[in-house]
């Protein structure tokens, strides 16, 4: 799913789900949703979608909305590569990624 040369690779001890974040480097809930999963030590990759070329940006927005029904928004944390959780809420993402 998503593949391209963009996806940056955040290395942790833990892996307890495969995570998948795409974010934008100018987005205040994004640092933080970064934050929140490297503090837990999680392996996860990532992708600042402000960072990429056009039309590459393009692909995966349609390859997002084919998948999920809906373009992304961000933070937007994907679980599996089923699951989406849209946002950072601390709570939710606790939850759904223990569980």
Known sequence: MF?????IVAAGSGKVKNLTLFSL?????CVRA??????RKLA??????DTIPKEDKLAIKN???EKFGKPP???SLVLN??????GFNK????KEIYF
């Open 73 to 75: 928004a961000y933070p």
């Open 3 to 7: 593949d391209n040369n963009y996806w």
């Open 91 to 94: 709570q939710q993402w606790e």
């Open 34 to 39: 970064r934050g929140y999963l490297s503090a």
């Open 44 to 49: 996860f990759r990532y992708l600042d979608m």
């Open 81 to 86: 590569d089923s699951t989406i959780l849209v």
């Open 63 to 65: 390859e997002f909305k």
């Open 25 to 29: 480097t100018t987005c205040v809930h």
